[in-house]
Nanobody
Protein backbone atom coordinates (compact mmCIF):
# COMPACT_ATOMS: atom_id res chain seq x y z
CA UNK A 1 0.00 0.00 0.00
CA UNK A 2 1.24 3.47 -0.91
CA UNK A 3 -0.08 6.69 0.58
CA UNK A 4 0.26 9.84 -1.52
CA UNK A 5 -0.05 13.42 -0.29
CA UNK A 6 0.04 16.41 -2.63
CA UNK A 7 1.07 19.93 -1.66
CA UNK A 8 1.92 23.24 -3.26
CA UNK A 9 -1.36 24.28 -4.81
CA UNK A 10 -2.72 27.78 -4.53
CA UNK A 11 -4.12 30.85 -6.23
CA UNK A 12 -1.86 32.60 -8.73
CA UNK A 13 -2.18 35.01 -11.61
CA UNK A 14 -1.77 34.02 -15.22
CA UNK A 15 1.87 33.75 -16.18
CA UNK A 16 3.01 32.75 -12.72
CA UNK A 17 4.77 29.56 -11.65
CA UNK A 18 4.00 26.92 -9.05
CA UNK A 19 5.63 23.73 -7.84
CA UNK A 20 3.45 20.84 -6.80
CA UNK A 21 4.94 18.06 -4.71
CA UNK A 22 3.75 14.56 -4.00
CA UNK A 23 5.12 12.73 -0.98
CA UNK A 24 4.83 8.96 -0.94
CA UNK A 25 4.84 6.75 2.11
CA UNK A 26 4.29 3.09 2.71
CA UNK A 27 5.87 0.46 0.53
CA UNK A 28 8.00 2.95 -1.32
CA UNK A 29 10.91 0.56 -1.67
CA UNK A 30 9.10 -0.85 -4.66
CA UNK A 31 9.47 0.64 -8.10
CA UNK A 32 6.66 2.94 -9.12
CA UNK A 33 5.65 4.92 -12.13
CA UNK A 34 4.29 8.27 -10.95
CA UNK A 35 1.79 10.46 -12.66
CA UNK A 36 0.03 13.79 -12.34
CA UNK A 37 -3.55 14.28 -13.40
CA UNK A 38 -5.98 17.16 -13.07
CA UNK A 39 -9.71 17.62 -12.95
CA UNK A 40 -11.54 20.86 -13.60
CA UNK A 41 -15.14 21.39 -12.45
CA UNK A 42 -17.56 19.53 -14.68
CA UNK A 43 -14.80 17.80 -16.60
CA UNK A 44 -13.25 14.37 -16.51
CA UNK A 45 -9.89 13.74 -14.91
CA UNK A 46 -7.17 14.25 -17.48
CA UNK A 47 -3.56 13.24 -17.80
CA UNK A 48 -0.84 15.83 -17.22
CA UNK A 49 2.47 14.03 -16.95
CA UNK A 50 4.16 10.77 -15.97
CA UNK A 51 7.66 9.73 -14.93
CA UNK A 52 9.27 6.33 -14.66
CA UNK A 53 10.84 5.09 -11.44
CA UNK A 54 14.34 5.74 -12.73
CA UNK A 55 13.36 9.18 -13.98
CA UNK A 56 14.64 8.27 -17.39
CA UNK A 57 11.29 8.41 -19.14
CA UNK A 58 8.74 11.20 -19.01
CA UNK A 59 5.65 12.08 -21.01
CA UNK A 60 3.43 15.14 -21.05
CA UNK A 61 0.01 16.11 -22.26
CA UNK A 62 0.22 18.38 -25.29
CA UNK A 63 -1.54 21.13 -23.34
CA UNK A 64 1.32 21.40 -20.84
CA UNK A 65 4.33 20.41 -22.93
CA UNK A 66 7.05 23.01 -22.68
CA UNK A 67 5.50 24.63 -19.61
CA UNK A 68 5.41 21.82 -17.03
CA UNK A 69 8.30 19.66 -15.86
CA UNK A 70 7.98 16.47 -13.83
CA UNK A 71 10.85 15.23 -11.67
CA UNK A 72 11.39 12.62 -9.02
CA UNK A 73 13.54 12.29 -5.93
CA UNK A 74 13.71 8.62 -4.98
CA UNK A 75 15.77 9.37 -1.88
CA UNK A 76 12.92 11.49 -0.54
CA UNK A 77 10.11 9.47 -2.12
CA UNK A 78 8.71 12.57 -3.76
CA UNK A 79 7.71 13.62 -7.24
CA UNK A 80 7.40 17.25 -8.26
CA UNK A 81 5.55 19.08 -10.98
CA UNK A 82 7.05 22.45 -11.86
CA UNK A 83 4.50 24.57 -13.65
CA UNK A 84 5.35 27.84 -15.39
CA UNK A 85 3.49 30.25 -17.63
CA UNK A 86 0.27 29.17 -15.98
CA UNK A 87 -2.98 29.86 -17.79
CA UNK A 88 -6.54 30.14 -16.47
CA UNK A 89 -7.32 26.86 -18.24
CA UNK A 90 -4.79 25.15 -15.96
CA UNK A 91 -7.20 25.71 -13.08
CA UNK A 92 -8.10 22.32 -11.60
CA UNK A 93 -7.57 19.96 -8.73
CA UNK A 94 -4.25 18.24 -9.35
CA UNK A 95 -3.83 14.62 -8.33
CA UNK A 96 -0.73 12.52 -7.85
CA UNK A 97 -0.93 8.85 -8.81
CA UNK A 98 1.31 5.80 -8.62
CA UNK A 99 1.45 2.27 -9.93
CA UNK A 100 4.01 -0.52 -9.59
CA UNK A 101 5.92 -0.62 -12.83
CA UNK A 102 9.02 -2.01 -14.44
CA UNK A 103 11.31 -1.36 -17.36
CA UNK A 104 10.92 2.41 -17.29
CA UNK A 105 7.30 2.43 -18.31
CA UNK A 106 5.16 5.55 -18.17
CA UNK A 107 1.39 5.69 -18.48
CA UNK A 108 -1.11 8.32 -19.54
CA UNK A 109 -4.31 6.48 -18.76
CA UNK A 110 -6.27 7.11 -15.57
CA UNK A 111 -7.03 3.43 -15.23
CA UNK A 112 -3.34 2.49 -15.33
CA UNK A 113 -2.76 3.86 -11.85
CA UNK A 114 -3.47 2.05 -8.62
CA UNK A 115 -2.85 4.66 -5.93
CA UNK A 116 -4.14 8.22 -5.77
CA UNK A 117 -3.68 11.23 -3.54
CA UNK A 118 -6.46 13.50 -2.34
CA UNK A 119 -5.55 16.33 -4.68
CA UNK A 120 -4.44 19.95 -4.37
CA UNK A 121 -6.28 22.92 -5.84
CA UNK A 122 -4.58 25.13 -8.40
CA UNK A 123 -6.42 28.28 -9.41
CA UNK A 124 -5.06 30.61 -12.07
CA UNK A 125 -6.73 34.00 -12.37
CA UNK A 126 -6.70 36.02 -15.57
Amino acid sequence: QVHLVESGGGLVQAGASLRLSCAASGRTFSRYTMGWFRQAPGKEREFVSSISWSGGNTIYADSVKGRFTISGDNAKDTVNLDMKSLKPEDTAVYYCAAVEAYSGRVYAGVNAYRYWGQGTQVTVSS
